[in-house]
């Protein structure tokens, strides 16, 4: 599209080199995506009453073989150095991104679990997606027991992009990406089976404002490509390091625009604060099995990609985003955290809270130091499990009449009477958001607020740590209410988990109890270790580059 | 092969915890006795430890390290001082007393109270743990783990509808306190490494030679705050113990016990152990701030205390002036100060512990009811319970031949010979004492009995045990508190040399610029 119109230089060259993929590398990604694509041919030629088992099947094994294929290429990266660029160095396979990608993996796998679940023939899909919300048409479709199996392609196609968007290694491979990843994303917040005109509303506004952050990022990236004249992340760093590089004179505004427009498309991602306000709309009206796998799969690509943009290509004008990142960090964690203490449906009350969370994990990326990105890596994978969890106890909590999910928190009290278990799961995660010690969620605070403390983000911190208590404020009330409170008139009707469900809660309890009282296997093997020079003698006023190992540029 | 007493000690309560959650509630009789078979193994376990330790060793036995998060230096590292021991024997005696004082409380609740005990059980890991911890993290993370069984007791298995509003302030509070403690811990991290060597062991960081000797002033001052902060809200200390009497009102007596009994101690051990010996120099720079707001907490405290109508927030007032007497002999910066702030610590815990108890008792034999306007003449009816309480409220006005007092005294002495002009104003604390805890009694015990009381039974076999440990303890150790000053002064004497501390001379008439310059370095 973009680049056909600009004279690029290496245009030709792409054209006319044979192409030199290194397959074995990029094997996960591609497993996703032949599943994806059989599992449209499956729509068209497997019978309807097959689908639904085939595609789970499928979708499950390729989940499973990619991240498989993900730990053995961790043996195959070098020795030395981050890793290697493949596929004309678009695609950047090293450690951060195989810890991304297998963190996104693991964590759809059990996502899509969630999406399996199906109780009395009943998902939590639309029958039939097209049919006019209250028609005859809709009710035709309930009683024949319609399904969409579409769901399981659109999900993988989901996280093919997911695994390429911290992967992507020049501005165009990740706009691509982040396009792959979100187009399906859209139309699967449509689908909720309960209140329709919700989730129809969450796809629209979710579409449009996602078309809108797209459009900034395309911008940021004609603006950056004018300032560097390359969209390769390696050539915006050489050139940044070069003052430069000649293209066009003082071009230092094209590059801080590029920067800022480019940020803009990303924080949106991430649900950062001022682009935050897509979240609480989509989380709520998108069938919670998908607003699970959009906290937690999509959060952790998005600031993959987040990371990478500002590691790799700007790793060298750390000075220049820092500030900009202050702001939105302190915006993030502070009206966040205040507006979450007004919620009164829990969906929406995690969507603001995971929009808290990402201003914790941007005070990690504020860092620009191998402790801020393995900060933010643990942070992002210890909330992934919890989060996922967390929705997963919502998707059992009905309301009394009717089916849909009992989103009022009011008829949430008293829930430790009728379901101890659910209630006590519920209650961990909710402490683990709140950053309560033995659970992942503190030492993924630690770890964040270190990072930035070692950089010199002190004040950041203690405004990390006071929306932090206002956070717990808001946890904690869900738990005097499930626990302390009598139950509601309305008492909600609680579906026993099934085996799927179980599952889900089983490992979100797991993994945030484990990765609280034995992180090290995680933080001392899989993340980046800060290099020698940079443990000893760290200047807290935190130095303007970012280290160069950390990452392939 | 040695013994791993502290791990044991801590290991036994979880796991036992563990059982009794574990146990169907439909046998929750075999619960309680599963529970308190536990509490009195761990009393063992301590009070077998406490044997072996020798006064004239090193100051830390009985010491662990073990590596536990490699990247963040750190360690699962626990052994005790005297201070430290006397603090995990007063939990570790406390605990059996609370459970069985609260054995026939929680009949009416749902779960027949199973999950009260299990939850005081984890309590006890914790409390064992947050005095036996020294890695700075470590101790963080028990600090901070340990409210979330206390937030259950109080809330879930509290009396009165104001509960809920109590437990949630006081997790807000503390948890707000250990979240700016926690930019502190992150800061002696952060300075830890950059001296060479990232590690949150206290061993390493402490002292001349440690790795937090480099930190400059302002920096010192401010990580001296973020710890001292949280250790106040715990302590309590005026202007933040507001929490306190909202959920010792709110709690079961035998909540209170463990609350105001042992739990509030780590805020003022946590003074001594971290805010003074990680960072000397913050500290006596802090002292006269420190000092008066002792002061205030004090007065203040006691005044209030007077005109309590309800007997579990009177006690928790009482709390909050004697809190007061610990951390001013804390910050008086002298070996009989601290060694009677460590001795108030755990008198404090018999003393404050047996009023508890028994205004517990008292409550489940008037419907309920901690109001002191609805008792009057219990004396009459139930002379036994009317007389422990009397001799626990008079070791709470610290009465000479009692506990306390010994605590008291050393407090004043080790006070009044650097700053006399507070020790003097804080006598004024001793006199209220009298005034709160004398009129208590004369209101509830005294008089003509109330009708509805007429039929009061006095204290059952199994309250008898309850209490009578405590009230020997006060009696002995208020005869002869030596074996407590022993094993306490040594860890005081290594304390005071560590931050560099000495005595002044013994001059008659010591002038307050001397007393001063004793504090100040």
Not at chain 2, 366 to 376: F, H, L, P, Q, T
Not at chain 2, 425 to 443: E, K, N, S
Request: with cysteine; aromatic share 10%; proline share 5%.
């Amino acid at each position: 599209m973009i680049p056909l119109g600009l004279p690029e230089p290496t245009a030709p060259a792409l054209t006319t080199q044979a192409p030199d993929l290194d397959y074995w590398l990029l094997s996960p990604l591609l497993v996703v995506f032949a599943v994806g694509v059989v599992g449209v041919l499956v729509e068209a030629f497997v019978d309807r009453r097959h689908r639904r088992l085939t595609q789970l099947v499928l979708a499950l094994a390729g989940v499973g073989a990619a991240f498989v294929l993900t730990l053995l290429q961790v043996g195959s990266l070098p020795e030395q150095g981050a890793g290697v660029g493949v596929a004309f160095a678009t695609v950047a396979v090293d450690r951060p991104t195989l810890f991304f990608q297998g963190t996104i993996l693991v964590l759809a796998f059990i996502s899509l679990l969630l999406i399996a679940e199906n109780r009395d023939g009943e998902s939590a899909f639309a029958a039939q997606a097209a049919a006019v919300p209250g028609s005859e048409e809709e009710r035709a479709h309930v009683l024949a027991g319609s399904q969409h199996t579409e769901v399981y392609p659109l999900v993988m196609f989901a996280v093919l992009g997911m695994q390429l968007f911290p992967a992507s290694n020049d501005f165009l491979t990740m706009f691509i990406a982040l396009e792959v990843m979100s187009l399906p994303l859209y139309l699967l917040c449509g689908l909720a089976r309960r209140r329709r005109l919700f989730s129809q509303e969450a796809a629209v506004k979710y579409f449009l404002l996602g078309a809108f952050s797209s459009a900034f990022f395309l911008f940021g990236i004609a603006m950056v490509y004018g300032y560097a004249g390359s969209v390769h992340f390696a050539d915006v760093y050489a050139a940044v390091g070069a003052g430069g590089a000649g293209v066009i004179e003082d071009g230092e505004p094209l590059l801080l625009i590029g920067m800022a427009l480019i940020g803009v498309g990303l924080l949106f991602k991430v649900g950062a604060v001022p682009f935050h306000n897509w979240k609480p709309d989509v989380y709520q009206g998108a069938p919670t099995p998908i607003t699970a796998l959009m906290a937690s799969c999509t959060l952790v690509a998005a600031f993959g990609a987040l990371l990478r943009v500002f590691y790799v290509a700007f790793g060298a004008s750390v000075w220049e985003w820092r500030p900009m990142l202050w702001v939105v960090a302190i915006l993030t964690m502070v009206l966040a955290a205040v507006i979450a203490v007004t919620q009164r449906d829990i969906k929406r009350l995690l969507a603001y809270s995971s929009v808290v969370h990402a201003g914790f994990v941007l005070t990690a990326v504020v860092a620009a130091s191998a402790d801020g990105l393995a900060g933010a890596m643990f942070y992002l994978a210890a909330y992934g499990f919890t989060t996922i969890g967390a929705f997963a106890v919502v998707t059992l909590v009905r309301a009394p009449e009717g089916g849909a999910e009992a989103g009022d928190l009011a008829q949430w009290a008293g829930l430790a009477r009728t379901s101890p278990f659910l209630a006590g799961a519920l209650g961990l995660f909710l402490l683990a958001f709140a950053g309560i010690p033995l659970t992942s969620g503190f030492i993924g605070k630690f770890a964040v607020f270190e990072a930035a403390v070692a950089a010199g983000a002190t004040p950041l911190v203690v405004v990390g740590v006071l929306s932090s208590a206002v956070t717990a404020f808001f946890y904690v009330r869900i738990i005097v209410l499930m626990f302390f409170a009598e139950p509601a008139e309305t008492a909600p009707r609680v579906l026993r988990p099934g085996g799927l469900t179980g599952t889900v809660i089983g490992v979100g309890i797991a993994a945030t109890v484990l990765l609280g009282v034995f992180p090290g296997p995680v933080l001392d093997n899989l993340l980046p270790q800060p290099s020698a020079e940079a443990a000893v003698g760290t200047q807290p006023s935190g130095a303007g580059i970012v280290p160069e190992d950390m990452f392939v540029r | 092969m040695t013994i791993p007493w502290l791990t044991l000690a801590i290991a036994l309560p979880a796991v036992g915890a563990l059982v009794v959650a574990l146990i169907p509630r439909e046998r929750a009789e075999l619960a309680k006795r599963v529970a308190l078979a536990c509490t009195l193994v761990v009393l063992a376990v301590v009070g077998a430890m406490a044997l072996n330790f020798d006064p004239s060793g090193p100051r830390f036995q009985f010491t662990e390290v073990h590596p536990w998060i490699a990247r963040f230096g750190v360690h699962y590292a626990v052994g005790v001082d005297g201070i430290a021991l006397t603090l995990i024997g007063l939990s570790a005696l406390l605990v059996p007393l609370v459970v069985l004082a609260a054995w026939k409380e929680q009949e009416d609740a749902e779960d027949r109270g199973k999950g009260y005990f299990a939850l005081i059980l984890v309590l006890e890991a914790m409390m064992i743990g947050v005095f036996a911890a020294t890695d700075v993290f470590l101790f963080y993370v028990f600090f901070e783990a340990m409210l979330i069984p206390v937030y259950f007791m109080i809330g879930r298995y509290g009396r009165g509808g104001e509960r809920r509003r109590a437990s949630m302030k006081f997790l807000l509070y503390s948890l707000l306190g250990g979240l700016l403690m926690l930019v502190a811990v992150i800061g002696v991290y952060a300075y830890s490494a950059q001296a060479g060597n990232g590690t949150f062991l206290w061993a390493d960081l402490v002292g001349a030679e440690g790795l937090l000797a480099g930190v400059d002033t302002t920096a010192a001052r401010w990580l001296f705050l973020g710890f001292f902060v949280a250790f106040a809200i715990k302590a309590p200390m005026w202007p933040v113990h507001t929490w306190l009497p909202a959920a010792a009102g709110s709690s079961r007596p035998g909540t209170a016990v463990l609350l105001v009994g042992v739990l509030d101690k780590v805020g003022t051990y946590g003074m001594l152990r971290y805010c003074l010996e990680l960072f000397p120099g913050a500290a006596a720079w802090f002292v006269w701030p420190v000092v008066v707001l002792s002061l205030v907490s004090i007065i203040y405290g006691a005044v209030v205390a007077i005109g309590q109508t309800d007997m579990l927030r009177l006690i928790a007032y009482t709390s909050v002036s004697h809190f007061g007497f610990i951390t001013l002999g804390i910050f008086a910066m002298t070996s009989q100060g601290q060694s009677g702030a460590a001795l108030y610590m755990v008198n404090h815990g018999f003393s404050t512990g047996a009023l508890f108890l028994i205004a517990g008792f008292l409550i489940t034999r008037n419907n309920g009811s901690a109001v002191i306007a609805d008792y009057g003449g219990v004396q009459k009816v139930a002379p036994v319970l009317a007389g422990t309480f009397l001799v626990a409220g008079l070791s709470s006005l610290a009465l000479p031949g009692l506990s306390p007092f010994v605590s008291e005294f050393l407090v004043f002495v080790g006070t009044f010979t650097v700053l006399p002009v507070p020790a003097v104003v804080a006598t004024v604390g001793v006199v209220l004492a009298a005034l709160y805890i004398l009129w208590m009694y004369q209101r509830m015990m005294t008089g003509p009995v109330r009708e509805k009381l007429a039929g009061m039974a006095d204290l059952s076999g199994r309250e008898v045990w309850a209490v009578a440990p405590l009230i020997a303890v006060i009696i002995l150790f208020g005869v002869y508190p030596q074996p407590l000053l022993d094993v306490i002064n040594p860890a005081v004497e290594q304390t005071m040399q560590q931050i560099d501390v000495s005595d002044p001379a013994p001059v008659l008439g010591v002038d307050q610029a001397g007393g001063q310059e004793g504090a100040g370095e």
